[in-house]
């Protein structure tokens, strides 16, 4: 696997499910970040890691809970998640913090029933 | 305010033809402009970049134009082709930054036609 990769691909869920997305980067990087895609909006970073420490929370709801294990593997824990919460959510990586190239991986399609 | 306005929302265009998407935004602390191009089913993958310093950089077919004065920057693609049609993004961000935030316009849906 190169790159950065996502699963699952999809996703369906009910409002009382309790699921993970996972996220793993291969290309050495130190920084990892979870970011929202939906229909209406920008893309919306949702949490940034720097060497597994969380540096940004941009007043995301707490049913999405962020883990950072090491530095090549994110995961998001969704539980108890609202219909307005389906979208694509994408991982992204990149070397440092900053103003550097984020990689993305493919996103995985969320639909919250 | 830390936004990034893009338009168009979309836009149509003849194969050979030049796709214009501009951007504007507020924050005179950016120093950090990317356009990054996304297939269906695929992540955003970055396109080209420019920083303040230069109000030009071309690679290829695609050109950005900066205007620091008037806080706007625009992607030119040049002899468009069908395989450019994509979502295009404009994104801003401060270098060195302590939080990496890159901030994003809404995306640009470009359809080269044949």
């Known amino acids: 696997e190169t790159g950065v990769t996502q699963t699952p691909r999809h996703l369906v869920m009910g409002m009382t499910n309790k699921k993970s997305l996972k996220c793993e980067q291969h290309?050495?990087?130190?920084?990892m970040y979870w970011y929202k895609q939906s229909a209406k909006k920008p893309l919306e970073l949702m949490f940034v890691?720097?060497?597994?420490?969380?540096?940004e929370n941009n007043s995301v709801p707490s049913r999405f809970s962020p883990e950072c294990p090491n530095s090549s593997h994110l995961f998001l824990h969704l539980h108890t998640l609202q219909p307005e919460d389906s979208a694509l959510y994408l991982c992204?990586?990149?070397?440092?913090?900053?103003?550097?190239?984020?990689?993305f991986g493919p996103g995985t399609r969320l639909t919250v029933l | 305010q830390q936004q990034v306005k893009q338009s168009p929302q979309s836009l149509i265009v003849q194969k050979g033809g030049i796709s214009i998407i501009n951007c504007a935004y507020e924050?005179?602390?950016?120093?950090?402009f990317p356009w990054y191009q996304q297939f269906p089913g695929k992540g955003p993958a970055l396109l080209i970049a420019i920083r303040p310093d230069v109000s030009e950089k071309k690679e290829g077919r695609f050109t950005i134009s900066f205007n620091k004065s008037a806080k706007q920057f625009s992607l030119h693609i040049m002899d468009s082709q069908p395989g450019d049609s994509a979502t295009y993004f404009c994104a801003a961000s401060m270098e060195g930054g302590s939080q990496g935030n890159l901030i994003f316009g809404k995306g640009t849906k470009l359809s080269v036609k044949p």
């Open positions: 992204a990586s990149s070397q440092f913090l900053g103003g550097d190239e984020q990689f």
């Open positions: 890691y720097s060497l597994e420490e969380r540096v």
């Open positions: 924050n005179t602390a950016f120093d950090y």
């Open positions: 290309l050495g990087h130190n920084a």
